[in-house]
């Protein structure tokens, strides 16, 4: 790294509201100003991995993204837009507090930072949904409305259980109502009169199966859970649950991609 940081922590040794992985032994930062936590970005801690999961896809995301979204051939640019924001959402609040997360202001800036995390999670959920919503009833204008209001006001409950959660489990569970709302969509284009691009919706489900199973992975600690210490910097479950995460976010941008491009020839049926 470009430079020698301070002499890291025991678990035992740091706050206790940043002690959430006991699995996790050693290589925690000291309470640290906003400046030295920023100085953080260049030494080994173990942090450093939740830090750059996130954040190289953000700058990736933010620049390459634009290039690949159909912006001119969409007559609902707002598709575009929320879709773009949505893959952007998750990596900025997360990064934020990563970084941030051993700031002097303590437990009252943790939670703030945590707050901003999971709000970041909300958005994917709701703006990355918007598109699906939009086209799967886009023969129904009546149903496409009600869904979109409905999608949001749960989304709206979801934001607040999920920022306000004090455990894993609780922020998890936070968004199954989403969840299951996207899944009755996808039913609703494999059995009822949803329509959308042949090729999407299995990439839709991809992405929800990935993100699941990433915060699965997070509330079990695994690998860590079977070898305290030895996935204390790299490797951990926190790491892999931000790669399943934008993994999931490349499945939604493959999904709405087709989406997208299906829907500029398609006509819906006139009785």
């Known amino acids: ?5 301070p002499r890291l922590l025991e678990l035992a040794k740091t706050p206790s509201h940043l002690q959430f992985n006991k699995f996790v032994l050693t290589g925690y930062r000291p309470v640290s100003t906003a400046q030295e936590c920023l100085r953080s970005l260049f030494y080994m801690h173990n942090e450093l991995g939740n830090i750059y999961t996130h954040g190289i896809p953000f700058f990736l ?9 159909p912006w001119m051939e969409v007559d609902s640019t707002w598709l575009c837009v929320a879709h ?3 893959c952007l959402s998750p990596t900025v609040g997360s990064v934020l507090y990563h970084v941030f997360m051993n700031h002097v202001g303590g437990e009252h800036v943790y939670d703030t930072l945590l707050s901003l995390d999971m709000f970041g999670v909300c958005l994917v959920n709701t703006l990355g949904a918007l598109p699906i919503i939009h086209i799967t009833l886009l023969c129904f204008p009546g149903l496409q409305r009600a869904a979109l209001l409905v999608y949001v006001l749960l989304s ?6 999920a920022t306000t959660a004090r455990t894993n489990v609780l922020r998890l569970r936070a968004f199954v109502w989403q969840g299951l709302f996207r899944f009755s969509l996808f039913l609703f284009r494999v059995f009822g ?12 489900v991809i992405m ?13 600690q695994i690998p860590e859970r079977f070898s305290p210490g030895l996935f204390d910097n790299w490797g951990n479950s926190h790491q892999i ?3 399943m995460v934008i993994c999931s ?5 493959w999904g709405t991609l087709e989406d997208l491009a299906w829907i500029k020839s398609y006509q819906c049926p006139t009785e």
């Open 1 to 5: 790294m470009l430079h020698k940081g």
């Open 61 to 69: 995301f933010l620049v390459l993204l634009p290039f690949s979204i």
């Open 84 to 86: 773009y924001l949505a």
């Open 156 to 161: 709206s409950y979801g934001i607040y259980c």
């Open 193 to 204: 009169s949803g329509v959308g691009s042949p090729n999407s919706l299995r990439l839709f």
């Open 208 to 220: 929800d199966s990935l993100a699941v199973l990433g915060g699965v992975v997070n509330i079990v």
């Open 241 to 243: 649950m931000h790669i």
């Open 249 to 253: 976010i490349i499945y939604l941008h």
